[in-house]
């Protein structure tokens, strides 16, 4: 059943005739008898009385053209409501250091595409975002790390190759106690747990844990000497003000993948296809 069956239905008892309903909606006679059956068929119930001067709706018709009534009411103001909306916003998420390298190249990728979307931008963790996304905050988000979850999509972008950065100068990291801070985004992040089993895997103790929840505090503390973090190259490479010394992980570790993800039942809107098709190639 389709509202084009409900407004045939409509103009039959308005017009008290198929004949006359047929030239109101521009249709053959034996299409506006064809939707009349196909709704007694669904009701399984005679809507209509049909003689030879009129037709008339019958006491159960008369109840469903009540119904009607209010259906195409809120379906016409549905499109007013929804003509009204010229400006949809895309909200993505993002981690701090992919906000800061590669996100805004994407977004502007995707402006000149579409120039008329407002964007709305948000970054966290990780574990933050995803959250967001299952509940609906968020139309998808950038991520670091492998994500195993049933109603989630997720994009494959690139990989990120992971270093550990240290005030310039510094003794080499393998051969110091660090008896000074690890600075560390805060619990959530993929990077964190990374940096954590790196240092577990080469008996590197931990004194001390710095949390901050910006790029900049963290490369800034790093400068400073006030501990060592791990980041990806590319963060440095966007960065060659930054005076620091950085150490290249065991091959050991795999290069971090970054992704585009989703959930699977997201209402994808041209706008939302459009970011995906920037993506993808």
């Known amino acids: 059943m389709q509202i084009e069956d409900l407004r045939t239905f409509k103009a039959v008892c308005d017009l008290n005739s198929f004949t006359k309903a047929a030239v109101k909606l521009n249709y053959v006679q034996s299409n506006v008898t064809a939707k009349i059956k196909q709704l007694e068929k669904h009701y399984n119930a005679q809507l209509l009385y049909r003689d030879r001067k009129k037709v008339t709706p019958t006491a159960k018709g008369k109840v469903l053209l009540s119904y009607i009534e209010e259906i195409l009411v809120l379906a016409s103001q549905a ?34 595409e579409d120039n008329s979307t407002k964007l709305n931008i948000t970054t966290g963790s990780s574990k933050q975002l995803m959250e967001q996304i299952k509940e609906r905050n968020i139309d998808g988000a950038f991520l670091s790390g492998v994500v195993n979850e049933k109603e989630l999509i997720q994009v494959p972008l690139y990989e990120e190759k992971m270093i550990v950065i240290s005030q310039k100068n510094s003794d080499n990291l393998l051969q110091t106690d660090l008896a000074q801070s690890i600075i560390v985004f805060e619990k959530g992040c993929f990077y964190r747990s990374y940096f954590e089993q790196w ?83």
């Open 79 to 112: 499109e007013v409501d929804i003509g009204r909306v010229k400006h949809v916003t895309l909200k993505i998420g993002a981690i701090e250091t992919i906000a800061a390298t590669s996100l805004p190249e994407i977004l502007e990728a995707f402006r000149n």
């Open 199 to 281: 240092l577990e895997y080469n008996h590197i103790p931990i004194q001390n844990v710095m949390t901050l929840n910006t790029l900049d505090g963290i490369l800034g503390c790093v400068k400073a000497g006030i501990g060592i973090a791990m980041l990806p190259l590319s963060v440095i490479h966007n960065r060659p003000d930054i005076d620091i010394d950085f150490y290249e992980i065991n091959e050991a570790f795999d290069d971090v993948p970054i992704s585009f993800v989703y959930r699977k039942d997201n209402i994808t809107t041209p706008a939302f296809l459009q970011l995906l098709s920037i993506l993808q190639h």
